[in-house]
């Protein structure tokens, strides 16, 4: 079992910056893939990013390409988000997922995940 913790949530203005961390515990995080999945009021969650267990292999959606960036650090267990060029539309609650050896793009593929942190981008 995986327990993932998010953090570094929080209002910025837009074309601000946030980065987001994802804390593992239960296992060690390497081997496992990790994803970012986000979800705004009235809408389904969608992938943000996703990176490989090695972190050679990195997927983005494309509304987010150029601004965001993923990725990870197998010895500390960590996962991290970097926003930059934040747009009003970036506001969602943001989740950490993963799941075992091969990366995926879509929630129901991945079967840990963490509480989410909340993202406001004001106008």
């Known amino acids: 079992q995986v327990q993932l913790v998010e953090s570094g949530g929080g209002l910025v203005q837009a074309g601000g910056s946030l980065r987001l961390s994802c804390a593992a515990s239960?296992?060690?995080?390497?081997?496992?893939?990790m994803g970012w999945f986000r979800q705004a009021p009235g809408k389904e969650r969608e992938i943000v990013a996703a990176?490989?267990?090695?972190?050679?292999?990195?997927y983005y959606a494309d509304s987010v390409k150029g601004r965001f960036t993923i990725s990870r650090d197998n010895v500390q267990n960590t996962g991290a988000l970097q926003m930059n060029s934040l747009k009003p539309d970036d506001t969602a609650l943001y989740y950490c997922a993963a799941r075992w050896l091969l990366v995926a793009t879509t929630p129901s593929e991945f079967n840990y995940w963490g509480q989410g942190t909340q993202v406001t981008v004001s106008s």
């Open positions: 239960g296992r060690t995080f390497r081997n496992y893939a």
């Open positions: 990176i490989s267990w090695s972190g050679t292999n990195t």
